[in-house]
C-alpha cells in the first residue's frame, strides 16, 4: 500500500492484529476444556463442521469474484491439507501434550513454509534462512527436555502437532495461486465445507455411539469458541489486516501468541513454566524471527 493511499489507523490495525493473535492463543487454551467433554475425533469433526455451517451465510453475503467450478476439485484438496488435516492433528496433539508445548511449535509456520518453498522453487535457501531454521529446531529439540508436573507433555503430542503445522505450512505454499485468484472468504469457505464433507463419516461414526448429554456446559461453550472464534472470526480479521500491513510485518505479531498461551495455561490451567521450556521457547522464537527477517529483508 502506497503512502498516499487511505487506510486504517496503525493502532487499529494493530490492536486487531493482536485481537487475532489473542484468539488463537485463547484457543489453544480452551481446547482442553473441549476435549474434556468430547473425544478428539468427535471434536475435530464438530469444530469444522460448525464453522462451515456459520461461515457459508458470510460467503454469500459477502461474495464479490466469480467461482470459477473447474477450480473447485483443487481448492477443496487444499482445503483438506490447510484446514481439516490442520485442525484434525491440532486437536490430537493438543490432547495429548501440554499448551505450553503447543504454544512454542505452533510458530514454526514460517519456518516450514519457507522449507517447503524452497523444495518448490519458490525461494531460495540462504546462509541467514538455514541459521534460523537450526535454531528453531533445536528449540524443538530442547523442548523434549521440558517436563510438566503431570506429565501431560508427551514427545507423541508434540509430533502430532508438528504434523498439523506442517498441513498448514502446505497449505501456505500451495494455495499461493488460489488466494491470488480468490479473496480470504472463497478460500476460507470451501476450506471449512470440503473439509466437513470430508470429515462427515468420521464425525458421524463417533457421534453415532456417544452421549451428547454428557457434555458439560464448559464444553459446549469451549467448541463454540473454537468454531466462531478462532475457526471464522480470527481468520478473516488476520485476511484484513493483510490487505492492509505487509506480511512480513503481520506475521512479527505472532512472535506475542507463545507469551500470551503460555500465561493464559498459567492461569486457566494450571500449567508451570520450567526453565527448560522458557529456553525452549526463546530459541523457537529467535530462530522463527531470523528466518523471517531473512526472507522479507
Keep these: 500500500m502506497n503512502e ?14 493482536l485481537t487475532t493473535q489473542f484468539i ?8 482442553k476444556f473441549a476435549l474434556k467433554g468430547f473425544p478428539p475425533l468427535l471434536l475435530a469433526g464438530l469444530r469444522t463442521a460448525v464453522a462451515a455451517m456459520l461461515i457459508l451465510p458470510i460467503y ?10 473447474h477450480e473447485l476439485p483443487k481448492l477443496i484438496a487444499l482445503g483438506a491439507i490447510g484446514v481439516g488435516m490442520n485442525q484434525f492433528f491440532f486437536v490430537l496433539g493438543i490432547n495429548n501434550t501440554s499448551v505450553t508445548h503447543a504454544a512454542f511449535i505452533l510458530p514454526l509456520t514460517p519456518v516450514l513454509t519457507m522449507l517447503l518453498s524452497a523444495a518448490l522453487g519458490q525461494e531460495k535457501i540462504t546462509t541467514a534462512k538455514v541459521v534460523g531454521m537450526s535454531i528453531a529446531f533445536s ?3 530442547v523442548l523434549q527436555f521440558s517436563r510438566q508436573p503431570d506429565r501431560s507433555a508427551t514427545l507423541f503430542g508434540d509430533f502430532l502437532l508438528l504434523i498439523g503445522v506442517l498441513s498448514f505450512a502446505s497449505y501456505i505454499v500451495f494455495g499461493k495461486r488460489a488466494t491470488a485468484l480468490y479473496d480470504g ?23 453415532s455411539s456417544f452421549d451428547f448429554r454428557s457434555v458439560p ?3 459446549w461453550a469451549a467448541l463454540a469458541y473454537m468454531a466462531i472464534f478462532s475457526s471464522i472470526i480470527g481468520y478473516l480479521l488476520y485476511y484484513w489486516v493483510l ?10 505479531f505472532s512472535y506475542a501468541q507463545p507469551v500470551m498461551s503460555t500465561t493464559l495455561a498459567a492461569l ?8 527448560w521450556l522458557l529456553v525452549s521457547g526463546a530459541l523457537v522464537l529467535l530462530g522463527v524471527w531470523v528466518t523471517e527477517r531473512s526472507r522479507w529483508a
Design 243 to 252: 490487505t492492509h500491513i505487509e506480511p512480513s510485518r503481520a506475521s512479527a
Design 217 to 219: 456446559a464448559v464444553s
Design 139 to 141: 528449540g524443538v529439540l
Design 60 to 69: 454469500f453475503y459477502v461474495r464479490r469474484r466469480k467461482l470459477h467450478w
Design 4 to 17: 498516499g493511499e487511505s487506510h486504517p489507523g496503525h493502532a487499529r490495525l494493530y490492536t486487531l492484529a
Design 24 to 31: 488463537w492463543a485463547l484457543n489453544n487454551n480452551l481446547s
Design 185 to 207: 472468504i472463497t478460500v476460507t469457505t470451501i476450506a471449512y465445507v470440503g473439509s466437513a464433507l470430508l470429515l462427515s463419516p468420521l464425525t458421524l461414526w463417533q457421534a
Design 268 to 275: 486457566l490451567l494450571g500449567e508451570r513454566v520450567s526453565l
